[in-house]
C-alpha cells in the first residue's frame, strides 16, 4: 500500500505541476509580463512548486528529515543523475554566466544552508527568510544582466501558445494543478513514512532516495529525450538554477512555516558535503580539458558519482 501511495503521489504530482506551469505561464502573459522575466521567474517557481509541496506538507506532518532530504536529495540528483546521464548522452555546453553568477550563488547558498544548520541544528524562520530575499536578489541580478545581453535567447519552457488561453481554462489549469500538489504531496509524505517504518530504515533515507529521484523524473525524461533527438537538452544554467531555487523557496518558504530540525545525523556529517561537493566539482569539470563543455565522459564521472552516493546511504 505504501508503494502505492508512493506512485500515485509522484504521478499526482506531476500532473499538477505540469498544469501549474501552463497555467502560470498563461497567466503572465496576460498580465504582459515579458518572456524573458517568465521563464526566468515564474516558469522556474512553478517547476520547483513539487519540492515545495512535499516539503511544506513533509514540515506540516513534522517530518522534518523528510523536508530536507528532498532539497538535499534533488540537489544531488540534478547534477550527479539527471546532468550525468544527460551528457552521456550528448554534451552540455556552459556559459560565462556559469562561473560569473550562476555557480558562485550555488556555492554561496549551499555554503551557507550548511552552516546555518551546524550552528544549532535547525533553520530557522528568519533564515528561510534571508534565503528566500537572497534568491529575488539573485533573480532581480540575472534578469538584468540576461536583458543587457542582446545573444539572450527565449527561455524554451516558455510557449508562446499559452499566450491566447482563455481566463477560464486558466483558471480550470490552476484548480487541477493545485489539486493534483495537495494531494499528490500528502500521499507521497505519507507513503514514504509508511515505507521506511516497514523497511526499518529512516524517513531521511526514502526521502534522500526515491522522494529526489522522484521528483527529479520529469526534468530527467525530458533532458534524455532532447539529448537523444540532438534537440537543444537544458542548459548548465537551468540545474544550477533549480539547485539554488530549491534551497531559497523550497528551503526557504517551509521554513518561514515553521523551523526545519536536522534530526538524522548523517545530514551534518555525510550528505550535505555530498551536495556541496557535487556543486563543487562542476567548475573543473567545466574547465578541464575543453572549456565550456560537460562531455560524455565528464557524464560517466558524474554518474558514478551518483550511484556512489547511493550506495553510501542505503548502506
Same mark, same amino acid.
Given at each position: 500500500?505504501? *508503494?502505492? +501511495?508512493?506512485?500515485?503521489?509522484?504521478?499526482? +504530482?506531476?500532473?499538477?505541476?505540469?498544469?501549474?506551469?501552463?497555467?502560470?505561464?498563461?497567466?503572465?502573459?496576460?498580465?504582459?509580463?515579458? #518572456?524573458? @522575466?517568465?521563464?526566468?521567474?515564474?516558469?522556474?517557481?512553478?517547476?520547483?512548486?513539487?519540492?515545495?509541496?512535499?516539503?511544506?506538507?513533509?514540515?506540516?506532518?513534522?517530518?522534518?528529515?523528510?523536508?530536507?532530504?528532498?532539497?538535499?536529495?534533488?540537489?544531488?540528483?540534478?547534477?550527479?543523475?539527471? +546532468?550525468?546521464?544527460?551528457?552521456?548522452?550528448?554534451?552540455?555546453?556552459?556559459?560565462?554566466?556559469?562561473? #560569473?553568477?550562476?555557480?558562485?550563488?550555488?556555492?554561496?547558498?549551499?555554503?551557507?544552508?550548511?552552516?546555518?544548520?551546524?550552528?544549532?541544528?535547525?533553520?530557522?524562520?528568519?533564515?528561510?527568510?534571508?534565503?528566500?530575499?537572497?534568491?529575488?536578489?539573485?533573480?532581480?541580478?540575472? %534578469?538584468?544582466?540576461?536583458?543587457?545581453?542582446?545573444?539572450?535567447?527565449?527561455?524554451?519552457? @516558455?510557449?508562446?501558445?499559452?499566450?491566447?488561453?482563455?481566463?477560464?481554462?486558466?483558471?480550470?489549469?490552476?484548480?487541477?494543478?493545485?489539486?493534483? +500538489?495537495?494531494?499528490?504531496?500528502?500521499?507521497?509524505?505519507?507513503?514514504?513514512?509508511?515505507?521506511? #517504518?516497514?523497511?526499518?530504515?529512516?524517513?531521511?533515507?526514502?526521502?534522500?532516495?526515491?522522494?529526489?529521484?522522484?521528483?527529479?523524473?520529469?526534468?530527467?525524461?525530458?533532458?534524455?529525450?532532447?539529448? *537523444?533527438?540532438?534537440?537543444?537538452?537544458?542548459?548548465?544554467?537551468?540545474? %544550477?538554477?533549480?539547485?539554488?531555487?530549491?534551497?531559497?523557496?523550497?528551503?526557504?518558504?517551509?521554513?518561514?512555516?515553521?523551523?526545519?530540525?536536522?534530526?538524522?545525523?548523517?545530514?551534518?556529517?555525510?550528505?550535505?558535503?555530498?551536495?556541496?561537493?557535487?556543486?563543487?566539482?562542476?567548475?573543473?569539470?567545466?574547465?578541464?580539458? #575543453?572549456?565550456?563543455?560537460?562531455?560524455?565522459?565528464?557524464?560517466?564521472?558524474?554518474?558514478?558519482?551518483?550511484?556512489?552516493?547511493?550506495?553510501?546511504?542505503?548502506?
Amino acid at each position: 500500500m505504501n *508503494i502505492i +501511495l508512493i506512485i500515485i503521489g509522484f504521478v499526482l +504530482l506531476v500532473i499538477g505541476g505540469e498544469f501549474l506551469v501552463r497555467a502560470s505561464v498563461a497567466l503572465s502573459f496576460k498580465l504582459r509580463l515579458s #518572456k524573458l @522575466v517568465i521563464g526566468m521567474t515564474v516558469v522556474s517557481f512553478a517547476t520547483s512548486a513539487p519540492e515545495l509541496l512535499v516539503s511544506l506538507q513533509a514540515a506540516f506532518d513534522g517530518v522534518s528529515d523528510i523536508a530536507l532530504g528532498n532539497v538535499i536529495g534533488s540537489n544531488i540528483a540534478n547534477i550527479g543523475l539527471v +546532468l550525468g546521464l544527460t551528457a552521456m548522452i550528448a554534451p552540455l555546453y556552459a556559459s560565462k554566466e556559469f562561473y #560569473k553568477l550562476n555557480w558562485p550563488m550555488m556555492m554561496i547558498m549551499s555554503l551557507l544552508l550548511y552552516a546555518l544548520l551546524k550552528n544549532d541544528r535547525q533553520l530557522s524562520p528568519q533564515e528561510g527568510f534571508g534565503f528566500l530575499l537572497a534568491l529575488i536578489l539573485f533573480l532581480v541580478i540575472l %534578469i538584468r544582466r540576461s536583458r543587457k545581453n542582446e545573444d539572450t535567447e527565449t527561455p524554451d519552457e @516558455v510557449d508562446e501558445n499559452l499566450a491566447v488561453v482563455s481566463t477560464f481554462k486558466i483558471v480550470v489549469w490552476l484548480l487541477i494543478g493545485s489539486a493534483g +500538489l495537495y494531494f499528490g504531496s500528502e500521499w507521497l509524505v505519507d507513503g514514504a513514512v509508511g515505507l521506511a #517504518k516497514y523497511i526499518g530504515i529512516s524517513e531521511y533515507v526514502v526521502s534522500v532516495t526515491v522522494i529526489a529521484i522522484g521528483t527529479s523524473i520529469p526534468e530527467l525524461a525530458a533532458s534524455l529525450i532532447a539529448a *537523444i533527438r540532438r534537440e537543444k537538452a537544458i542548459s548548465l544554467g537551468n540545474l %544550477i538554477g533549480s539547485n539554488i531555487f530549491n534551497i531559497g523557496s523550497v528551503l526557504g518558504i517551509t521554513s518561514i512555516f515553521g523551523a526545519i530540525r536536522v534530526e538524522s545525523p548523517e545530514i551534518l556529517q555525510t550528505n550535505l558535503f555530498w551536495m556541496i561537493g557535487f556543486a563543487a566539482i562542476l567548475l573543473p569539470l567545466v574547465f578541464l580539458p #575543453k572549456r565550456y563543455r560537460i562531455s560524455r565522459y565528464k557524464g560517466f564521472v558524474l554518474f558514478g558519482g551518483y550511484l556512489l552516493f547511493i550506495y553510501f546511504v542505503l548502506t
